[in-house]
């Protein structure tokens, strides 16, 4: 049934065998007959189906009618999934073409080969290329692309053809048309299209040929443009349906010819005939997720979507299966409709594609299963037959993807997408890159130092900028040549380019210029009604066209607004027109500057600048919709340049009054701006006076404040006479700096004489020691100190009150209560834990805030904590624990309280703790508080909350309704989540293909190796001080937040170096005097898995089971098909595969003295080097882990010989295999740790012991199973179900409920 007619020499028509490929099956038939008018065989059984094309389709022209394909392509979109053709130039080499073929007699005397110019067939073979469409077209295909991949002029310059290229563009449609409309005849049910293909060209805007210098291009934006244009009048002249942008390597060519489109139909063309629709394409070039000039595809889009396109989408470089997450990006965030066109598959070494069709439509499906899909084509290697089967097996069966709703967030891009949405209040414009707002940039760039000046840019961003200015106006410079170069600096470097840049300039073509060089979605800044109406409707109209978002100067023809109204007049009039129909500029896209002005200047008509622009502000966000407003801040504080400190303070006063009101943009200096509350309160008052216009005198005083500041500017030894100066104060002063400081060598002396000023001892804890610890508290409570500064306070504070402890003992009897504090908190770390450093420094702190502090230790059973907190009538109890058992001994602990009647409140602190396990799991067993803390810093807030009784009731409501809405949505969420069977998820492990994997390394040697007194020095480089400062709860802000970056943290970075050298100091001091002992204990067997265990054998023989290691596999649904469930067994060669594998385990331990240092510390009151001590220790017991893995890689197993590697790349796990431990994600069972301990004969070798809990001890200690496989990974075991529960513990030898205890926080259901 499959067959064309062919009309013969004598007119009759014959039964001709079909140029599509034959299909597989009787099932793919349908049904034709003959159209009596027209000789044609038409689709009968499609008919009835597509009875709403007739209104679109010319059956005579053999096409849909003129000025309808829009809305054509509009209808068919929304009611199924298109088709594009496949590779043209694949089918082309099918051809065996020669020299000849493409010359033809057309260019029989062209003097330069033309061989592989594929284009050049449509005037030389044309009869080829109608061919090729038309088997696309009857394999299914409703577009086809022109064959004008390289129908620039720039691309046909290699072939010297540049003068041909407006005739072979309209050729090609003439070809492609023609098989379209003898197909379309046949079908008018299904009318076929011609897509004008528009190449990326072979040349780019974005990147340096040259690599000697990185600012030099082959072409200018310009010269594609122009290319580009030539090409879309040959395309348009030709009858073109629709023009596709294709295989985008570089966004800034495809911007270039979307930029051209618009021109030639906007200008050229006068706008007199509607712009054909447009499809863009890009090309993911490897599985980074980037396009060739570095891109994500989010910003991708963003950069293109101003044009908007009809259908995004992706082509060529990747198959189908590594291109699947790009359009998942893709179809999150398109507005329009979004296509694929993959290869058939990835190359081979002979640069062949072997994916067939079934193959093909396999790896697309997945596309089509996650609703990405509104049309699917191939790409490089696709044929008639790809198409076909996309088409009957995937197209046909799917329904279409609905695009997304329209976004009114602004959305910018650099390499990355920046979306500005309402969780985001302000957005920092980073102002260093400015000629006119930093000297030092100014110097760089007129001394010609762009690459010295691109690390302005860095600090910027490094610094929090999200937004880049770029300014180059100054009279002395070339302001294009110098935009246009530094920017082609920046685009290339992605540590700079990764955020969007706003090109800043007084004058239009400058920062025009810079739109030209840079692919992202910029801010223009700035246009204005200064010069008419008529001037910023062009420029609006040009800056819409180039894709941008814009700042609107609060300006007009009759000069700058300065008053509220004027800025609200003015406003308004500006973003009438640019909304209105003669621009229709998308409104989220808009950002006013209605101008910060100088205040306090002397002139009375000034000081209500700031204010005015305040108010405006929040004018602006009521009243233009979705409209942004900025500004420049440094203009605010002009009065006092030269005082810096001021002018910064000015600057962050004024951001948080104008953030509060709407300003969500601005221009400042990212890495200078104080905080708020960093503001001394005398200068707060003046600011804000000055600023909110609250006075006459405002400005006045604040001048008289600047006056005094720049007096004294001058000293430089201020700090070094201050530290003299203290000295000479009073001694109650001398006690309270010393506190506040943490100085501790004059304590004694100045305890003592003060207790001789004082009637009382008591009266020195309770006056200038009670006054600066109060000074401390409110200082920590407000951020100001940090956390290593509270306790060196304690420190203090102890040593004092232990200088006073035998003077009040004696005057015990009379004085009577010795103390007086807030109220009494017992802290405990829980049964079968031994870390305490967290809840250590929570004491400290609460110790510093005049709280009473009972810590009774670690391993405490309820007993015990229930004892102690009566026998000290503690207001509050505190809990502690750091491994996953401990969750559910502090459950025990508060189902014991409530049965035992305990009316205090119940602190939940801890690594392992979290705010929702306390709400679901604590709360519910007592009837009393349970308040989960979630640092030191928050604990002084919650205890003074809960002994306040005029606050304790209405905080501890709020806390039970939060608890509550938790625990709904917890339990809702767990209705939602669905689990698979055990049995299922086995059946979808992650699958190893162990035949065709190198055989697994046979370890050195098998059996067990122990070390002792392991050097430390060997050590100190293998630590990770990340963990560390959080020890101490220093947290630095992207992008510093990672040791060594943490030292120039604006905020916590001095206290990080501190404290960091306080380290090295512990460390050299440990290492001298063997302080601590590192003991390591590494074992190496055979093994192979077996389901979900692992086997290990005595001996090589493999005969002899010497134990299992029992895993758990995960069971919460995958919605991905592809994904596994994932065990860690199936890291392990299977027993039936005849592969021989192994595994390797350690226990490590620099715990060895700690104890004994701290009692030593402990007996000398110092808190500060006994938390220091652990820290430290716990520091060496994972750099120790970091080392025997390594020993084990590279020497013991030495499945890794060659490895070399940094320790950075190393504590960034790099290296090949994994190192999980039990008890944690990829196995959360700590009994696993009992085999591990019996088998390699641990306690005996190394003494590192287990607890109860089965927590190492010493705490300092570190366990672990290795896997070799370079395909392992880590992963989490999530929640698992009762029947893998009860699997598990059959497995085991264990009761279920034995089980389920030491697995409670995993469990995927409620035990009884």
């Not at 073979?125 to 469409?133: A, D, F, G, K, Q």
């Not at 098989?179 to 990326?200: D, M, N």
């Not at 707002?437 to 999200?466: C, M, P, T």
């Not at 909304?579 to 000034?606: R, S, Y």
Request: proline share 4%.
């Amino acid at each position: 049934c499959h067959l064309r007619l062919k009309n013969t020499a004598a007119g009759r028509k014959e039964l001709q065998p079909p140029i599509s490929t034959p299909l597989s099956s009787s099932s793919d038939c349908t049904d034709f007959s003959l159209d009596s008018s027209s000789g044609n065989l038409v689709n009968m059984a499609a008919k009835e189906d597509y009875k709403w094309v007739e209104e679109f389709v010319d059956k005579e022209a053999g096409r849909v009618k003129p000025g309808r394909v829009k809305d054509y392509l509009s209808e068919l979109f929304k009611r199924r999934i298109a088709v594009l053709d496949g590779a043209m130039g694949t089918m082309i080499q099918g051809y065996k073409l020669g020299e000849e073929d493409f010359k033809g007699d057309k260019f029989k005397e062209h003097k330069s080969p033309l061989k592989g110019n594929n284009d050049l067939l449509c005037l030389t073979r044309p009869e080829i290329v109608s061919e090729i469409h038309e088997k696309y077209f009857r394999a299914g295909s409703d577009i086809c692309e022109t064959n004008t991949f390289n129908g620039t002029s720039i691309a046909q310059a290699d072939y010297k053809l540049e003068h041909i290229v407006y005739e072979l563009n309209k050729a090609a449609v003439a070809v492609a048309r023609a098989a379209a409309v003898k197909v379309t005849k046949e079908e008018p049910h299904k009318p076929r299209l011609v897509a004008g293909a528009i190449g990326p060209t072979n040349k780019t805007l974005s990147m340096s040929p040259d690599v000697e210098d990185p600012s030099f291009r082959a072409v200018t934006w310009q010269e594609v443009v122009t290319a580009y244009k030539e090409q879309i009048k040959g395309l348009y002249d030709g009858g073109v349906d629709i023009l596709m942008v294709e295989t985008v390597f570089d966004t800034l060519n495809c911007k270039a010819a979307l930029w051209a489109i618009d021109e030639y139909f906007e200008d050229d063309l006068e706008g007199k005939v509607e712009r054909p629709p447009i499809i863009i394409s890009g090309t993911i070039t490897d599985k980074s997720g980037r396009t060739f000039s570095g891109q994500t595809i989010e910003a991708f889009y963003t950069s293109v979507q101003h044009c908007k396109p009809f259908c995004v989408g992706l082509n060529c470089a990747l198959g189908a299966r590594d291109m699947r997450p790009h359009l998942a990006a893709l179809s999150n965030i398109a507005e329009c409709y979004v296509h694929a066109y993959p290869n058939a598959g990835l190359p081979n070494a002979m640069g062949g594609y072997d994916e067939d069709d079934k193959a093909m439509v396999e790896s697309c499906r997945d596309f089509f299963d996650s609703g990405f899909m509104n049309m699917i084509g191939g790409c490089c290697g696709t044929s008639p037959a790809h198409i076909k089967a996309l088409a009957e097996c995937l197209a046909s069966k799917y329904p279409p993807r609905k695009p997304q709703p329209l976004c009114t967030n602004m959305r910018l891009s650099g390499l990355e997408m920046y979306e500005k949405t309402e969780n985001i209040p302000f957005v920092n414009l980073g102002e260093r890159c400015n000629i006119a707002g930093s000297r030092r940039f100014k110097r760089l760039i007129s001394n010609k130092k762009y690459e010295d000046a691109l690390q302005v840019a860095l600090d910027q961003v490094e610094n929090g900028a999200q937004v880049l200015d770029i300014n180059m106006d100054d009279g002395l410079l070339d302001g294009v040549a110098a935009m246009t170069k530094f920017l082609k600096l920046i685009v290339p470097d992605p540590a700079i380019a990764k955020v969007p840049i706003m090109v800043d300039s007084s004058k239009f073509h400058i920062c025009e210029a810079g739109l030209q060089v840079v692919q992202g979605k910029c801010i223009f800044n700035s246009i204005s009604l200064k010069a008419g109406e008529d001037l910023f409707i062009e420029q609006a109209r040009k800056l819409k066209r180039y894709g941008c978002a814009v700042v609107v100067m609060a300006f007009d023809e009759e000069g700058q607004a300065a008053t509220l109204q004027d800025k609200i007049r003015i406003c308004k009039r500006a973003y009438d027109i640019l909304t209105g129909e003669k621009v229709k500029f998308p409104p989220w896209d808009i950002i006013f500057d209605p101008n910060v002005l100088t205040i306090a200047t002397g002139i009375a008509e000034h000081n209500s600048y700031a204010m005015d622009f305040i108010k405006a502000t929040k004018w602006i966000r009521e009243n233009l919709p979705h409209a942004h407003v900025s500004g420049g801040l440094s203009n605010l504080s002009f009065s006092f340049r030269g005082l810096n400190n001021l002018r910064e303070s000015m600057h962050a006063v004024f951001l948080y009054h104008a953030i509060r009101d709407g300003m969500d943009m601005g221009i400042v200096n990212a890495g200078a701006l104080p905080l708020y509350t960093d503001v001394p309160q005398d200068l707060l008052k003046l600011l804000e006076d000055a600023i909110l216009n609250k006075h006459e005198k405002a400005t006045d005083n604040l001048l008289e404040y600047a006056e005094k500041a720049r007096e004294s500017k001058t000293t430089g030894g201020t700090k070094k006479k201050e530290a003299a100066e203290w000295r000479k104060l009073s001694v109650e002063d001398r006690l309270t700096h010393a506190l506040i400081k943490g100085i501790v060598k004059h304590i004694d002396e100045d305890t003592e004489e003060a207790r001789k000023k004082f009637d009382k001892p008591l009266e020195v804890i309770e006056g200038p020691l009670m006054k600066g610890m109060s000074t401390v508290g409110d200082l920590f409570g407000a951020g100001k100190m940090f956390l290593p500064q509270v306790i060196k306070s304690a420190r203090v504070m102890k040593k004092a009150v232990a200088y006073l402890i035998p003077f009040m003992e004696e005057e015990k009897k009379a004085s009577g209560n010795m103390n007086s504090h807030a109220g009494v908190v017992l802290i405990a770390t829980v049964k079968g834990d031994v870390h305490d450093i967290g809840k250590n420094i929570v004491g400290v702190v609460l110790a510093c805030n005049n709280f009473k502090v009972v810590d009774i230790g670690v391993m405490c059973p309820l007993d015990k904590i229930l004892n102690e907190a009566k026998k000290c009538n503690a207001d509050i109890i505190g809990l502690s624990g750091l491994i996953t058992p401990s969750l559910d001994e502090m459950v025990d602990v508060a189902k014991e309280m409530d049965k035992r009647g305990f009316k205090v409140p119940l602190l939940i602190g801890g690594a392992t703790t979290s705010r929702m396990h306390t709400a679901v799991k604590l709360a519910p067993k007592y009837k009393n508080p349970v308040v989960h803390v979630l640092d030191a810093s928050r604990a002084v807030v919650v205890c003074s909350n809960l002994l306040d009784k005029n606050q304790k009731e209405d905080y501890c409501e709020d806390i039970a309704e939060l608890y509550q809405d938790m625990r709904e949505e917890y339990y809702e969420g767990l209705s939602d989540v669905k689990y698979e069977t055990i049995e299922n998820a086995r059946k979808r492990p992650y699958k190893i293909n162990w035949a065709s994997e190198p055989a697994p390394v046979k370890p050195k040697c098998l059996g067990t190796k122990v070390y002792k007194e392991y050097d430390l020095r060997e050590l100190v480089d293998y630590i990770d001080w990340n963990p560390f400062f959080q020890t101490w709860q220093l947290r630095g802000k992207y992008p510093n937040r990672n040791y060594p970056k943490i030292f120039k943290d604006a905020n916590v970075g001095k206290e990080a170096k501190r404290v960091h050298g306080d380290a090295l100091k512990m460390i050299d001091d440990i290492i001298k005097n063997k302080t601590l002992e590192c003991r390591m204990i590494v074992g190496l067997y055979p093994a192979n898995s077996d389901g979900d265990d692992i086997i290990v054998y005595t001996d090589e023989e493999r005969k002899e089971e010497q134990c299992r290691y029992f895993t758990l596999r995960q069971q919460a649904l995958k919605e991905d098909r592809d994904d596994p469930y994932m065990a860690m067994s199936d890291f392990v060669a299977p027993k039936g595969s005849g592969i021989k594998d192994y595994v390797a385990m350690f226990a490590v331990s620099a715990g060895f003295g700690v104890e004994e240092a701290v009692k030593k510390y402990q007996n000398d009151h110092d808190d500060y080097k006994s938390i220091m001590l652990k820290a430290v220790a716990d520091r060496f017991a994972e750099a120790a882990a970091e080392r025997v893995h390594e020993l084990i890689r590279k020497d013991l197993w030495g499945y890794a010989k060659e490895e070399k590697m940094s320790v950075e790349d190393m504590l960034r796990v790099k290296y090949q295999g994994i190192r999980p431990a039990p008890g944690y994600p990829s196995q959360p069972d700590h009994t696993e740790k009992l085999t591990m301990w019996k088998h390699m004969n641990v306690e005996k070798e190394t003494g590192i012991q287990l607890s109860e809990s089965l927590a190492m001890m010493p705490a300092a200690s570190v366990s672990a199973i290795c896997f070799a496989n370079p395909k392992s990974k880590y992963f989490a075991v999530g929640k698992v179900c009762k029947d893998q529960i009860e699997d598990y513990s059959a497995r085991k030898g264990m009761k279920n409920e034995v089980v389920e205890k030491w697995l409670a926080a995993d469990l995927a259901y409620d035990r009884a």
